[in-house]
């Protein structure tokens, strides 16, 4: 048997999320999110993110909602600044230029932050009327290195994004994972009144699919509705993804999920620590990312799923384990003991 820890969406949902689902299933409710799962799934939402006004749109995946979003808040000649290991500018294709925008990346190194420093000198370079304007910051929480910004981090990048006329844009497809991490020290109303919008991921943390943006200031949300429309982001069921976000944030289900799979990948980052294994970094989340020489790799594709992450050096790659809601501390233990056994 292989253990599964190539990423956190290999399981179709968590039972309470089908189970909501399934009761309401041959109800029959208006579509495109005109129904009532939708609008108590969407109050929720302002609710804990102590958001009143708070527009609040559901999404398929991740990069449709980076791509609509970000393109949505700019300016046809604006750019967005993204860190180099960022989602937006390394694992979606293309997506986002492909509407005409482009993507000032900035060299963020091992822990996948955007700091003001960085992006100052990209505003100096670009006062020049020939070149795109920059107008927003794309960031990830958790970063896309198990990272996580803490207060202070993130107050200093909005400070400066305010300061500069910058929109600040978080990706939060593992926000849950961000959000009950031992590193960090920012409820989730302090985080929404930091950024200018931001998302609530489902696809990573129990949902079958579907992300909730949240954009706190609703005047800068005008007509965003017709913008996922074009982007062909408005599924007929909506409903479907009102059920599973309402049932998401029921007796905390969200963050108890989140929590869990946290735990299981600090079990399973110790563990390799223990085994003598070298750390790319120390992740607070539910990524672990090792270094591993090439030649253990033919006996690691043997006895669990991962993915290869990065090039370390000519000898070595960076490999990634994901945990998630459904992740044992059986298989965590199980894998640790093959992987020892293996030696």
């Known amino acids: ?24 299933n041959l109800e029959g409710n208006p579509g495109y999110g005109d129904d ?8 929720r939402i302002r609710e804990i993110c102590g958001c009143p006004e708070a527009a609040v749109e559901f999404l398929i995946g991740g990069t449709q909602t980076n791509v609509t979003a970000c393109a949505f808040l700019l300016k046809p000649w604006e750019a967005a600044v993204c860190a180099d290991s960022g989602h937006l500018n390394g694992h979606e294709v293309g997506a986002f230029e492909a509407t005409g925008h482009k993507i000032l990346p900035v060299h963020a190194g091992g822990d996948g932050k955007v700091s003001p420093e960085m992006v100052a000198p990209l505003l100096k370079v670009h006062q020049d ?6 107008g927003l910051v794309y960031i990830s929480q958790a970063t896309e290195n198990g990272t996580v910004y803490t207060k202070a981090e993130l107050t200093a990048l909005s400070e ?50 579907g992300e909730a943006l949240v954009i706190p200031d609703p005047a800068l949300a005008k007509d965003f509705f017709r913008m996922k429309k074009r982007m062909g982001a408005v599924m007929e069921k909506g409903w479907i993804q009102g059920v599973m976000f309402l049932s998401l944030f029921e007796d905390d289900l969200y963050f108890k999920m989140a929590r869990h799979a946290n735990e299981m990948a600090a079990r399973l980052q110790n563990g390799l620590k223990a085994l003598g294994w070298q750390l790319w970094v120390e992740s607070p989340t539910n990524q672990v990312f090792a270094v591993v020489h090439n030649s253990r790799k033919a006996g690691l594709d043997e006895v669990c799923q991962y993915e290869d992450w ?12 994901v945990t998630c809601f459904q992740t044992s501390r059986e298989e965590v233990d199980g894998l640790l003991s093959a992987l020892g056994a293996s030696r």
């Open 1 to 24: 048997m292989k253990f599964l820890f190539r990423n956190d969406y290999s399981f179709g949902a968590h039972p309470k999320v089908l189970e909501a689902v399934c009761k309401v």
């Open 36 to 43: 009532r799962y939708t609008a108590m799934a969407k109050d």
């Open 129 to 134: 009327p020939h070149l795109t304007k920059p």
């Open 160 to 209: 400066f994004c305010r300061a500069n006329g910058l929109y600040l844009f978080a990706d939060g497809a593992r926000l849950g994972a961000a959000l009950t991490s031992d590193s960090n020290d920012l409820t989730l109303p302090e985080f929404a009144h930091l950024v200018d919008a931001f998302y609530i991921g489902g696809t990573k943390n129990g949902t079958m699919f």
């Open 310 to 321: 990065c090039s370390y050096d000519e000898t070595h790659t960076v490999i990634r384990f």
